[in-house]
C-alpha cells in the first residue's frame, strides 16, 4: 500500500521557522504539493513541486516557504520560515496530480498530516 508520511510539525514562537518532510514509501514522488487546513476552513494549496523541480506558491507564503526534494531519498521538504500565527494548521502533502497545481482536487494519494501551531 502506497504511503506518504508527514513529519516536522510542532509548536513554534511566531518568526521562528520549521521544516516539514513528506516520505513515500511503496512508490516514487513525481509532483508533490503541500496544503495544510485550519479548523473550520478549507483546504488550502500552499506550494507544489514537480519532477523536474519547477515550483509554485501561493501568495500567503510566498518568499517565507521554499520547497525542495530529495530525488535519491525520495523526500519533499518544506522550509517554513518567518512564520505567522495565521500559518497554524495541519499540513498535508500530497502527489497524483498529472501538472503542477495548488488545487488539492488535483491530487490523489495524501497523507495523515502534520500539526503547526505558531504562538507565543
Known amino acids: 500500500q502506497p504511503q506518504l508520511v508527514e513529519s516536522g510539525g510542532g509548536l513554534v514562537q511566531p518568526g521562528g521557522s520549521l521544516r516539514l518532510s513528506c516520505a513515500a514509501s511503496g512508490f516514487t514522488l513525481y509532483t508533490v504539493g503541500w496544503f495544510r487546513q485550519a479548523p473550520g476552513k478549507e483546504r488550502e494549496g500552499i506550494s507544489c513541486?514537480?519532477?523536474?523541480?519547477?515550483?509554485q506558491y501561493a501568495d500567503s507564503v510566498k518568499g517565507r516557504f521554499t520547497i525542495s526534494r530529495d530525488n535519491i531519498e525520495n523526500v519533499i521538504y518544506l522550509q517554513m520560515n518567518s512564520l505567522k500565527p495565521e500559518d497554524t494548521a495541519v499540513y498535508y502533502c500530497?502527489?497524483?496530480?498529472?501538472?503542477?497545481?495548488?488545487?488539492?482536487?488535483?491530487?490523489?494519494?495524501w497523507g495523515q498530516g502534520t500539526q503547526v501551531t505558531v504562538a507565543s
Open positions: 500530497a502527489t497524483g496530480s498529472l501538472w503542477i497545481s495548488l488545487n488539492p482536487a488535483h491530487f490523489r494519494s
Open positions: 513541486i514537480s519532477s523536474d523541480r519547477s515550483t
